[in-house]
């Protein structure tokens, strides 16, 4: 695997060509003690090893003189959005029309990655003006991990990131992720300022090998499908990013549920994460990860003791999106830091976006539900969806509100000067 610095070039691609399903390699399961059915918020104990590490992230050189490759047949580019993919990979990423017969997404069903890929495909065909989709890298197995970006083109845009799946057995996170980017390219002309005056990126589904493998093999698979010493043991890539990487509730031991891989980002997908947030350039002022179960919503610092300095904002803006959910159906999640109302974890996207690529609002929602876990049923997919989706209206218009209030404050000062 080639890292950015032995990388020859990065190109701009929007591409399309025939998706081919890629069944899950077979392996052998070492140690069945991680968490299947009886997997309890808040009730867990493994080993931790107080080792933390850090490594720096240089932009590639090849990022400050990016060239525009030529129009051909089998490639369509669309210049507003800068999707980047390494070169070697580049004849492998190719994208297809629907196959007849095939399902089509809807939120009564919970549906393959291929039925997933192919729905942001339509979007992006039906609604060009608006959609836009890119691969940010590929998975160990090879698939494509795919972002759908929703935009006016407005250059002044902040940006919101919401990604799901990074955990293969949380179906739902995928299912609400693409309810919500569904809600808002359709009805994107009758939506409220604070939703369309930012552009989205949606993420639907981090860890696509594991999630796959959650279908065809084992339902209470967690980790991406990454071997250790020829065996399949998987990563937990909600412990591989590089914030306080080997502290609190993560193992080194491979065979454990919460193994953080051997180094910070060692797996494709969290790589491919951190590159693109880092090495695009966009004001990502939002960032939103969907998990389940547990009905809470989380902000920094898992891996910390003390507050984050933010913490009186991201309180706020964590009790409006519950009180928007609370309004919808009556349904109650807790807000907090992740010690008090679950427990610690270290290496976790949501403080590596708020404590290393410095987003003002980083949320992680552990969606539905304490009475199923992970198994919450189809029935219950929509009534979540919508329930998420209004809590993210309640925050874009929390965090206009707040700009609203410093613009103004601002202009008093300088009044006063």
Known sequence: MKTNDESQSLSIYHILKDDESIESNA???????????LYDVGIQYHETT?????????????????????????????ESFKTIIPKDNQENLKYGSKKEGEPRMDWNE???LNVIHDFLEELDSDYP??????????????RELKILKVSNSNASNPAVWMDAGIHAREWIAPAVATYVANHIVRNFTNLPSSITNKDWYFHPVVNPDGYEHSHTGDRMWRKNRARHKGVCVGVDLNRNF??????????????????????????????AIRDFILNSEIPFKVYITLHSYGQVILFPYASKDEPCPDYVRLLEGATVMSKAIHDTNGNTYKVGVSRDVMYGAAGTSNDWSYGVAGIPYCYLIELRSKKHKFMLPKDEIEETGNEILNCVKALM????????????????DDSTN
């Open 27 to 37: 392996c052998l399961i070492i140690d069945e003690s991680y968490e299947r059915l």
């Open 50 to 78: 107080p080792e933390i590490k850090h490594v720096q992230v240089n932009r590639p050189k090849c990022l400050d003189n990016l060239l525009v490759k030529p129009y051909s047949e089998d490639i369509q580019l669309k």
């Open 110 to 112: 919970y549906h393959r």
């Open 129 to 142: 003006s608006i959609c836009t989709v890119g691969v940010i890298g590929t998975s160990l197995e090879d």
């Open 242 to 271: 590089s914030y306080c990487w080997g502290g609190k509730e993560s193992s080194g031991n491979p065979s454990n549920t919460f193994y953080r891989g051997p180094e910070p980002f060692s797996e494709p997908e969290s790589r």
């Open 397 to 412: 218009e929390f965090i206009d509100g707040k700009e609203r209030v410093s613009i103004a404050d601002n202009c008093k």
